[in-house]
């Protein structure tokens, strides 16, 4: 029976085809790893160059390597005449399946990314988002840590701080200072205000360029009240506060000024009134 065989033919119509599209499955395997490296090689260099952290560079570059890789196999796969048809569509359901069962990781993940791309803060910022503030200490793919003023350390899924309000009190350089002091309605208002004056003039953290604003800003109830909004570095800020509300009250009190407070007058009626 083997001598009916002929081995030429066999060679021709089999053997040889066989042997070519494996070679190029090989070639084009081996070639496309080489490809995929030089452009992920490429890719972490752009994205370095933009300032972009290097965990995240090397995440990022680590999917889009493994993406490219998987085309690479599936064109490899095809040269061999393997359906790959049904494997893509396996592995789309695959990828479904994953997606949906890590939707929150995921979504933390982008979040992140969102983070690290637009910068809306960065390491040892004082921020407040996500209903929480304090320093940000580390920004994560899928969280951020933060350190609250009384050293509390808190860990925020990146979702939820991209998802809300993020208020950066360190992104710019100056700060103003809006406090607000009452007098009395029987004290002197042009007094108060001279006084209130010298106080942010002796002050040398507090900024003449924008100028401070004192001024009255209300007749309320049972005071006067003016407003003071001095500029201060923003490293400065609370000290300037803290300081500043503590010479109004030092000063008031020595010049005889009154800061009302809420009290409760009884009149008690005379005993032979009924």
Known sequence: MLENIDIAKMTDAYVIPWAINIAL???IF???KIVVNVLISIFSKILKKSKMDEMLVEFIASIVKA???????IAALDQLGVDTTS?????GAAGLAVGLALKDSLSNFAAGVML???????AGDYVEAAGVAGVVETINIFSS??????????????GSIYGDTITNYSARDTRRIDMVFGIGYGEDIKQAKDILQGIVDADERILADPAPVIAVSELADSSVNFVVRPWAKTGDYWAVLWDVTEQVKLQFDEHGIEIPFPQTVIHQAPADAA
């Not at 494997?87 to 592995?91: D, K, P, R, S, Y």
């Not at 690290?116 to 960065?122: A, E």
């Not at 609250?148 to 990146?158: A, Q, R, W």
């Open 87 to 91: 494997l893509i569509a396996l592995l």
């Open 67 to 73: 993406m490219l890789l998987l085309f690479v196999v």
């Open 116 to 122: 690290i791309v637009f910068r809306p803060f960065k």
């Open 30 to 32: 081996i070639v496309g």
């Open 145 to 158: 840590t933060f350190r609250t003023p009384d050293n509390k350390e808190v860990i925020i899924p990146n």
């Open 25 to 27: 499955a090989i070639v």
